[in-house]
């Protein structure tokens, strides 16, 4: 079956870089954009952009464009998220769902990791 | 804070039926498909509405959604226990470059 498996969580300082993995399997890894998507405690859910696993090109949100990198390794389909500059108003759980149908971009999002928490904390 | 709008809470008893809300504006609802999620407790979210009314293969037909103008609802009739979650509305929004913008989630109870 089609998932995707983020991995652990992290504890981060302020100032520092945080970089989550999303490994994907049961489906063309290329085929399909990965998009995250991050959730403070108790809050609502917040986009911070998509990749397209095929060429590499990126959209990311203006809010976080120069502090966010996404990028892929395809023979291992795994995409990865990385967040510089943290502050603790980055302390979240950070998703990865994958575009609902093939590319090009998807901009709703079915199914999504299971998730990673991202602590900044000095 | 966030771009659309939902109300915080919604509460009905098994059986009955309910709807969500959710208001945006012409660079979003007004002008692109509306999308609705469903967060179980301590779960990630999970597409249960596409493109303003679709659902997704799996998805109960007790779940359906609408979009009019500038704003959208997702209807759940034949409540069960098991509906109680957040859920989220969101849609494309043409301004800022573009990106995908979410409302704040409404706290769905089963009484």
């Known amino acids: 079956q089609v998932q995707l498996v983020q991995s652990g969580a992290e504890v981060k300082k302020p100032g520092a870089s945080v970089k989550v993995s999303c490994k994907a399997s049961?489906?063309?890894?290329?085929?399909?954009?990965i998009n995250w998507v991050r959730q403070a405690t108790g809050q609502g859910l917040e986009w911070m952009g998509w990749?397209?696993?095929?060429?590499?090109?990126?959209g990311y949100a203006q809010k976080f464009q120069g502090r966010v990198t996404m990028t892929r390794n395809t023979s291992i389909s795994t995409a990865y998220m990385e967040l510089s500059s943290l502050r603790s108003e980055d302390t979240a759980v950070y998703y990865c769902?994958?575009?609902?149908?093939?590319?090009?971009?998807?901009?709703?999002?079915?199914?999504w990791g299971q998730g990673t928490l991202v602590t900044v904390s000095s | 804070q966030s771009v659309l709008t939902q109300p915080p809470s919604a509460s009905g008893t098994p059986g009955q039926r309910v709807t969500i809300s959710c208001s945006g504006s012409s660079s979003n609802i007004g002008s692109n498909y509306v999308y609705w999620y469903q967060q179980l407790p301590g779960t990630a979210p999970k597409l249960l509405i596409y493109r303003n009314n679709q659902r997704p293969s799996g998805v109960p037909d007790r779940f359906s959604g609408s979009k009019s103008g500038t704003s959208a609802s997702l209807a759940i009739s034949g409540l069960r226990s098991e509906d109680e979650a957040d859920y989220y509305c969101?849609?494309?929004?043409?301004?800022?470059?573009?990106?995908?913008?979410f409302g704040g989630g409404t706290k769905l109870t089963v009484l």
């Open positions: 769902a994958r575009g609902f149908l093939p590319l090009p971009f998807t901009n709703w999002f079915d199914p």
């Open positions: 990749m397209n696993p095929n060429s590499g090109n990126t």
């Open positions: 049961g489906y063309t890894f290329t085929s399909y954009d």
């Open positions: 969101a849609a494309w929004d043409d301004s800022l470059s573009g990106r995908v913008v």
